[in-house]
């Protein structure tokens, strides 16, 4: 039986999108934010990651229906 990965994928990608959100309106009212680049490139990858989980947690449950 594999886990649920539904919800921590959501929450993962809109942690992602929410965090990303407030990094890009701090860059545009000029606050210097360091490592700004790679801390959007980390979140991309952890958006990516978010959608993988919910892609595999969607596909383990159409592909095996309740074996118990």
Known sequence: MTPDLTLPGAA??????IAGGILIAAQMFAVV???????MVTLAVLVVLGAAML???????D??????
């Open 12 to 17: 993962l990608i809109s942690t992602c999108i």
């Open 33 to 39: 934010i360091p490592f700004a680049p790679y801390v």
């Open 55 to 61: 892609i595999f947690s969607c596909r383990g449950r």
């Open 63 to 68: 592909a095996s229906p309740s074996q118990e």
